[in-house]
């Protein structure tokens, strides 16, 4: 039964209108710029890259690049990416593809053939025929059959490649388009899978939405520049007579001794003329004596050159350019090349000095500075204002100085403290003698700060003075090239592991003697693929300025007296291990070295090794010079594509000694008197003849 109310009804309340908001106005699609729809793929953290590029990589012709990337785009599309690179000039790219990691992170592998300054970049896109090939095997995997759709969205695809090939692949891919069309389910299933369209349909993808990374360079070099054996001396000490100097034609005998050696650079300091004024003596004396020769590292000496009597003459004494031109084919003619320093410094006698007197440091009193390092005070150099008023006329001499010595056939410069001179001065210098001279190589000598030595590597020199002379310790070593292997500096900062130099003779080869210097020659000819004596180290001098890490008697002041066969000498040693690193590759990449482990803090161990492992060279030495040690090595089977229980062989390439070893922990014992390294080759079980093994 329904109720009725006489009650009477609520009148509807009224909500009061809310005021719509005004609307900014929004930017215009048109002000959108058209890459935000043309290149939909992501391309970031693209390794290697020097500060992002801004600096470039380094690498040897012949050599491998391995670029990565993250690479990625919306959507379920496949992605297609190529590694491009060309020489810069050049229009036309070298392609390769890229392979997919994990993570969105692709790989490819690349290879410069000549030297020059090359670019790369990664080019990507969502690949429309492959992304349509996985969708149709997607469905006709599932058991679908009504593909009409799909199949003529397949051979239009094929036919729209068709129009972006040359001739004769118009005609393949018109008739394969064709093909497909008329195709049922399950012969387009097997058609899409034929090497021919799927090589074609790559070669001609649809790029038309592709997004491309900006440019990186890499700066690649001749195989001296990152493998190369050093040899300095001092051409006025040649003959090794302490009573007079000898000239350039009297350099020869040293010359072939350091090639039958297995050195392949001979490294001059400073050969121009040298001051008068505040020359030191014997041992760094202020006074010098008659006959006393002066420091090389003083240059200049208007009164007694020939051809102006600065950076671009020869000192008298050494003979003339035309001695010197003879030299350097003399030492083109024995497969080595001549290295000459480098050095920024005047002597108060340099022609500058009187014709560009503003190009100096003044006092107060407007005489010019002499050079400085407290407590060390160099009387006899005048160093230059790189940042004096008339700085590009300077900056252009000193350029003109390489140029002049470039064009005598010299393509290496050891340049002497670079790091005092301002870094765009080098960026600048460098570049303009390679744009003349391509191929010539400059090694930094700069032992200071790690930073300042790394931006030095990054604006152009080819190769760098290290801490190794310092590094003697398992740890300090080991740390030192995972520094210099592992991470970024690998990528363009090039070793050169000098043992010695006429500055530094280090504590340990003072306290060490001759075990020390056999040890470090080991190390040095094996961690790098470059490295450099100092002449006297093969025959271990090591008598030291007390409490200094300097020479006493040091020949940059005085002619030096040696013999040259010294009893106690390590000539041996040290062909050998040059003819060692002549005859086998991985001694010629930095990155093939790792460290392996040994249960004694007295020994390194560590292999290198080709990328296909055709070649793997295991190294064992000892870093106490005092007493033998001994220890267990692990030999990385595994890695090696070795049995565990297999018995392979190791040959010691010093002595010709061959071991056999069965699994991975085996025993060595090294003495640093007698033995104070092993450097094997590993020669893998290659099969069984007879029932005995057969080695490679």
Known sequence: MSRSTNRPRRAKMQTPATPTPAIEALPKLENVPDTAAAHPVVIQEILPAIEGGRHPIKRTEGEDLTVEADIFKDGHDLLTCLLKWRLVGETTWRETPMAPLVNDRWQGVLTFPTEGTWEYVIEAWGDTFFSWREEFRKKYDAGLRALESETLEGAALIAAAATRANDTDTRILADLSAQAKASSPDDLRKLIETPLLEALMQVYADRSLSSQSVPLLATVDRLRASYSAWYEFFPRSAEGRGDRGSTFRQCIERIDDAKRMGFDVIYFPPIHPIGEKNRKGRNNSLTSEPGDPGVPYAIGNKSQGVNGGGH?????????????????????????????????????????????????????????????????????????????????????????????????????????????????????????????????????????????????????????????????????????????????????????????????????????????????????????????????????????????????????????????????????????????????????????????????????????????????????????????????????????????????????????????????????????HSRPAHVFRLRRNAGREDGQPVYL
């Not at 001549?338 to 407007?366: M, Q």
């Not at 006899?380 to 252009?396: G, I, K, M, S, T």
């Not at 291990?577 to 007295?602: C, G, K, P, Q, Y």
């Not at 565990?644 to 010709?656: H, K, P, Q």
């Open 312 to 672: 671009k003459d020869v000192a008298p004494e050494l003979g003339t350019l035309e001695d010197f031109d003879w030299l350097v084919s003399q030492i083109r003619s024995r497969d080595m090349e001549i290295a000459l320093d480098f050095a920024i410094n005047c002597s108060p006698d340099h022609p500058y000095v009187t014709e560009h007197p503003d190009w100096f440091f003044k006092r107060p009193d407007g005489s010019i500075k002499y050079a400085e390092n407290p407590p060390k005070k160099y009387e006899d150099v005048y160093p230059l204002n790189f940042h004096c008023a008339d700085w590009r006329a300077l900056w252009e001499e000193l350029r003109d100085v390489i140029a002049f010595w470039c064009a005598r056939g010299v393509r290496i410069f050891r340049v002497d403290n670079p790091h005092t001179k301002p870094i765009a001065f080098w960026q600048w210098t460098i570049a303009s003698i390679l744009k003349q001279y391509p191929g010539t190589i400059f090694l930094s000598e700069a032992f200071t700060r790690p930073k300042m030595m790394q931006e030095l590597a990054k604006v152009g020199f080819t190769q760098s003075y290290t801490y190794f002379t310092w590094r003697n310790t398992k740890y300090e070593l080991t740390t030192y090239m995972e520094e210099l292997t592992k991470g970024e500096m690998r990528d363009y900062f090039r070793p050169n592991f000098f043992v010695n130099t006429p500055d530094i003779l280090p504590v340990y080869l003072q306290e060490g003697g001759r075990p020390a210097f056999m040890i470090r020659a080991v190390l040095a000819a094996t961690l790098s693929p470059l490295y450099g004596i100092y002449s006297g180290f093969e025959l271990c001098e090591n008598s030291p300025v007390p409490g200094k890490e300097e020479y006493i008697d040091s020949e940059k002041y005085h002619f030096r007296e040696r013999d040259w066969n010294a009893p106690g000498n390590i000539k041996d040693l040290i062909t050998k291990l040059n003819a060692v690193r002549i005859a086998h590759r991985s001694f010629r990449d930095i990155t093939a070295l790792n460290f392996h482990e040994v249960d004694n803090e007295n020994i390194l161990f560590y292999s290198r090794t080709t990328p296909a492992l055709d070649e793997i060279i295991l190294v064992a030495v000892t870093v106490d010079f005092r007493f033998p040690q001994t220890g267990f090595v692990n030999v990385p089977l595994e890695k090696f594509g070795i049995g565990s229980n297999e018995t392979y062989a190791v040959e010691d390439l010093l002595t010709g000694e061959v071991f056999r070893w069965t699994g991975s922990r085996n025993f060595i014992s090294l003495d640093p």
